[in-house]
Nanobody, 118 residues
Framework: VQLVESGGDSVQDGGSPRLSCAASGYRYSSDCMGWFRQSAGKEREPVATIDSDYSTTYANSVKGRFTISKDNAKNTVYLQMRSLKPEDTAMYYC?????????????WGQGTQVTVSS
């Protein structure tokens, strides 16, 4: 099982990059997929999740700015980021887990860095 993130970049305040996570060796259509982030000195935190029925959740700090989506045919999940702020700077990780059991049964990617400068 492999999750590979891409799309991370150094962007200006207000930028709108899109992160992608391609899954191989794994059919996640019936599982939860999510994006998490970890910045220096902080714990990893959930950013956005999408369930098998396409229901989504978002961290309060990104609501209205980030959108999670998935393409089951491509086995890929996306995170469209808008109106980025310097506090969004972090390593962003993709995860997949049955029943959203991220830390017990989840698979994780290696992460992609997003750096926002003012």
């Amino acid at each position: 099982v492999q999750l590979v993130e891409s799309g991370g970049d150094s962007v200006q305040d207000g930028g709108s990059p899109r992160l992608s996570c391609a899954a191989s060796g794994y059919r996640y259509s019936s599982d939860c997929m999510g994006w998490f982030r970890q910045s220096a000195g902080k714990e990893r935190e959930p950013v956005a999740t999408i369930d098998s029925d396409y229901s989504t959740t978002y961290a309060n700090s990104v609501k209205g700015r980030f959108t999670i989506s998935k393409d089951n045919a491509k086995n890929t999940v996306y995170l469209q980021m808008r109106s980025l702020k310097p506090e969004d700077t972090a390593m962003y990780y993709c995860a997949a887990a049955p029943a959203c059991a991220w830390y017990n049964r989840g698979y994780w990617g290696q992460g992609t860095q997003v750096t926002v400068s003012s």
